[in-house]
Nanobody, 118 residues
């Protein structure tokens, strides 16, 4: 499985962006897809995740009520709708796949840059 993230860009504070992550190759055993962000000089942080079959969602406290994760299993694509963006949301956003039988996210996309201006 390979992941391709897209949708990043420059947006003003209060604006919205939608990120996409498409899995190519065999995604039949994907258990969960997550989104993580990494700001300059900081560690990568969890943002949101969705159960691929169940649709169960989980969010970091900092994005609850502002971000929505979803997936289209037919298209092997996850979406991260980001609203009410803040400058602190800026960073490189990575998607990652957690496959069944694994103990962690092991497949990572290349990242897409989100910049929120004040």
């Amino acid at each position: 499985v390979q992941l391709q993230a897209s949708g990043g860009g420059l947006v003003q504070a209060g604006g919205s962006l939608r990120l996409s992550c498409t899995a190519s190759g065999s995604a039949f055993n994907m258990l969960r897809m997550g989104w993580f962000s990494q700001a300059p000089g900081k560690e990568r942080e969890f943002v949101a995740a969705i159960g691929w079959g169940s649709g169960f969602t989980d969010y970091a406290d900092s994005v609850k009520g502002r971000f929505t994760i979803s997936r289209d299993s037919d298209k092997n694509t996850s979406y991260l709708q980001m609203s009410s963006l803040k400058p602190d949301d800026s960073g490189i956003y990575y998607c990652a796949a957690w496959r069944a039988g694994r103990s962690r996210y092991e497949i990572w996309g290349q990242g897409t840059l989100v910049t929120v201006s004040s």
